[in-house]
């Protein structure tokens, strides 16, 4: 039997055969062809198989087995994949929540700290932390000099050091 005739007489056939074991038509089709790739690719020796019938549906039933395997793989491969992305995530959000958990108790803290300065440190520091202003700005604004802003600043910043254990810049 010629290759065409047997590409005539089979494919649809086998498709069907196929079917039964894929889900999707494409993939059945896929299987199919790649059987008669390789019976192309054989096309010499067709005339020594016995039964070409049998011959055909073994190698597509082979194919969509073999095919079913690769999936069931690539499924366990992509679902420890995911778990291992999820276990991850989540130690990185236990992680940040903790950092989170922190950076309030400290804001808090700091808060704390702050609100206990003396009103003219407060307002100093404020100025200067807060508002970013200068030294300079702080005077003209308060109608201070700038060595009262400077002897304020060094006030709040010891007592802010000692009530918060930290060093802050001056």
Known sequence: ??????YITYYSKLVRFA?????LE???ENITQ???TDMWEK???IDLIENVNAYLFRLVKNRCLDYLKHK???QKYIEHIQSSFEVELSLKLQSLECNISEVNETEVLIRKAINGL???CRDIFMLSRMEGLKYREISERL???VNTVECQMSIALKKLRGKLGICLAA
């Not at 039997?1 to 047997?6: A, T």
């Not at 079917?19 to 889900?23: A, G, H, K, Q, S």
Request: net charge negative.
């Open 34 to 36: 790649d059987v008669f």
């Open 19 to 23: 079917r039964e074991y894929v889900i």
């Open 1 to 6: 039997m010629e290759f065409s005739e047997l």
């Open 72 to 74: 069931a793989f690539e």
């Open 26 to 28: 494409e993939d059945a």
């Open 118 to 120: 003396p009103k003219r």
């Open 43 to 45: 096309r010499d020796s």
């Open 143 to 145: 109608g201070i000099s």
